[in-house]
């Protein structure tokens, strides 16, 4: 009997309407479009505006809309793995709430928390499910509500993050299409470096983390950059190597949207073309869980049946992966 793998069979994405532009940020902090713009290659980022909107209502119409698109009811979702630094609230999950609210009713479902690496860690764990045997069917959402937890008065941050959501079905392939192979890592001595220090049950909330600016994302960016600039591309590197393929066998690179220059770095180590790399930083910025998916959606047309794609991501923790997939449609 062939293998069976886990080939993604729809894409989709949806990003708030709300332009947050590097002008407005301007009138904010201390900062300019030439900095911004240099530094990590960010225009805009959009924003979710409006009382009552969390994280899963970023799902909804991306989810909504992939299920449309492959003509399937959302009763027809087993398994749904939400990827997100944000979830609506610590408990319950995220994916509970978004099955809920498309009529998941089949569905179970958690939340996996990698921060930036979250989307290419889910798609890992749900192509276990599929490649077993067990299920047909997992829907890997990647999307995060930034704003919620960005500090508009800290400038190393704020003009970083925006809020998206993009998502993926699995279903069982046996031609050799799918996800072929992953890198994943992770080093936790890296938390200091990129974290939310309150909320949790170390720093449960109280007044003083509050006071503190403790639940906020705070970031030191020059180390996260100096670990994500080589982590990154070794990984993608180690993908390619396992896998025998060279950079002309890559069609496209889909790395996560943390900043232009460490993209860059990941491209030329492996020798891809810039016109085989997908970047919208210059749009929505760093979207954390939401880079790849949203990433994957708007190239879906590019892509063709047999392409290989490498995935790549560098976020909190730290962790770090990349992907080898032979793209099914
Ligand atoms: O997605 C998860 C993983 N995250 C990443 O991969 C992000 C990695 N880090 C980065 O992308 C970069 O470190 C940043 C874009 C966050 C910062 O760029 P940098 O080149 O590392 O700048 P820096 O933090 O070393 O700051 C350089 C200078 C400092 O001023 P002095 O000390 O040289 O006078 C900062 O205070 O730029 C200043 N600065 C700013 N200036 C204008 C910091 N933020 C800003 C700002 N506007 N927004």
């Known amino acids: 009997m062939q293998k069976i793998h886990a080939a993604i069979t729809a894409v989709n994405g949806y990003v708030p309407d709300y332009v947050l532009t590097n002008q407005e ?4 902090v201390d900062t300019n479009d030439e900095w911004i713009t240099s530094r990590t290659g960010i225009k805009e980022r959009r924003i979710l505006k409006g009382e009552g909107l969390a994280t ?16 399937i009811s959302a009763e027809e979702i087993e398994l749904i793995i939400f990827c997100t630094t944000t979830p609506d609230m610590p408990f319950p999950a995220t994916a509970n709430i978004l099955a809920d609210k498309v009529g998941a009713k089949n569905a179970w479902g958690y939340d996996l928390q990698a921060a930036c690496s979250g989307f290419v860690f889910g798609l890992a764990t749900g192509a276990s499910f599929i490649e077993s045997g067990r299920y047909k069917k997992v829907l890997v959402v990647g999307g995060d509500k930034m704003s919620s937890i960005i500090n508009y008065q800290d400038r190393a ?4 993050f925006g809020d998206g959501c993009g998502c993926a079905l699995l279903e069982p392939n046996t031609e050799g299409f799918g996800i072929l192979d992953s890198v994943l890592k992770t080093d936790g001595s890296g938390r200091e470096f990129l974290n939310m220090k309150a909320g949790g049950s170390l720093h449960p909330a109280t007044h003083a983390t509050v006071d503190a600016n403790e639940h906020y994302a705070y970031q030191e ?7 994500a600039v080589t982590n990154m591309a070794d990984v993608a590197a ?11 066998d890559v069609a496209w690179l889909v790395p996560h949207q943390a900043n232009k220059r460490i993209i860059d770095a990941t491209a030329n180590r492996m020798g891809v073309n810039s016109d085989k790399v997908i970047i919208n930083i210059e749009r929505f910025g760093n979207t954390t869980n939401g880079t790849i998916p949203l990433c994957l959606w ?3 047309s590019k892509f063709k049946k047999g392409d290989n794609l490498v995935l790549a991501a560098f976020g909190g923790g730290f962790t770090w992966g990349a992907m080898y997939i032979k793209w099914a449609y």
Do not use: H, Y
């Not at 209502?57 to 809309?65: F, I, Q, R």
């Open 56 to 71: 899963s209502d970023l799902a909804v119409p991306a989810v909504k809309g992939l299920l449309e698109k492959r003509g």
């Open 157 to 160: 941050t704020c003009i970083i």
């Open 25 to 28: 940020l301007e009138t904010m």
């Open 221 to 227: 960016g020059k180390t996260v950059f100096k670990f």
């Open 238 to 248: 180690e993908v390619m190597e396992r896998n025998s393929l060279q950079s002309d």
């Open 298 to 300: 708007e190239w879906e």
